[in-house]
T-cell receptor, first 111, second 117 residues
């Protein structure tokens, strides 16, 4: 089983739609959680951190459920420019700073 | 520099050849990472440096892969006797571990696309 699992998609949604991605992680010692965004043939970039109480950044909302080892990302009012791959990322609670990436979920927003 | 710089951006080589990929991290970032990304997959961890030392090299797939960071800045990933399965995008990232929040933010370079024929 992979340490971080995501539905690869693609998720095809119209502009203005609300879409949610889920991610599960297997290592209960995981400490920190993030969503990165990766455009086609580009490098990953940090989208947002995920906090235990949930957090929002504009149209993006991230949630963490430690008991179920589950992370989610909600995008409201989707824009064409949101089309990308969204990578779920987990950092273990160890002395090393290794971040483990999921395979990513691909989002396609159409006019 | 302003960002993480990786060279070459593209490298095509023949099976069995030796390859070096270079990474120049953001100035002042003490932590440096190498990841490998195959088509349709997420980045796969290879090795992490804190300063000059490899703090975690558990992701290196075998002894054909080696990385150095002799002066705590630029790093080189070295692949000996390349195989077709080594074809991937090799991503380098750096982070600022001086600030707690900064340690979690990886800034990636554009990657080196390696093709082994």
């Amino acid at each position: 089983r992979k340490e971080v699992e995501q539905d690869p998609g693609p998720f095809n949604v119209p502009e203005g739609a609300t879409v949610a991605f889920n991610c599960t992680y297997s290592n209960s010692a995981s400490q920190s959680f993030f969503w990165y965004r990766q455009d086609c043939r580009k490098e990953p970039k940090l989208l947002m951190s995920v906090y235990s109480s949930g957090n929002e950044d504009g149209r993006f909302t991230a949630q963490l459920n430690r008991a179920s080892q589950y992370i989610s990302l909600l995008i409201r009012d989707s824009k064409l420019s949101d089309s990308a791959t969204y990578l779920c990322v987990v950092k273990r609670n160890t002395g090393f700073q290794k971040l483990v990436f999921g395979t990513g979920t691909r989002l396609l927003v159409s006019p | 520099g302003a960002g993480v710089s990786q060279t070459p951006s593209n490298k095509v080589t023949e099976k069995g050849k030796y390859v070096e990929l270079r990474c120049d991290p953001i100035s002042g970032h003490t932590a440096l990472y190498w990841y490998r990304q195959s088509l349709g997959q997420g980045p796969e961890f290879l090795i992490y440096f804190q300063g000059t030392g490899a703090a975690d090299d558990s992701g290196l797939p075998n002894d054909r892969f080696f990385a150095v960071r002799p002066e705590g800045s630029v790093s080189t990933l070295k692949i000996q006797r390349t195989e077709r399965g080594d074809s991937a995008v090799y991503l380098c990232a750096s982070s600022d571990t001086r600030a707690h929040s900064g340690a979690n933010v990886l800034t990636f370079g554009a990657g080196s696309r390696l093709t082994v024929l």
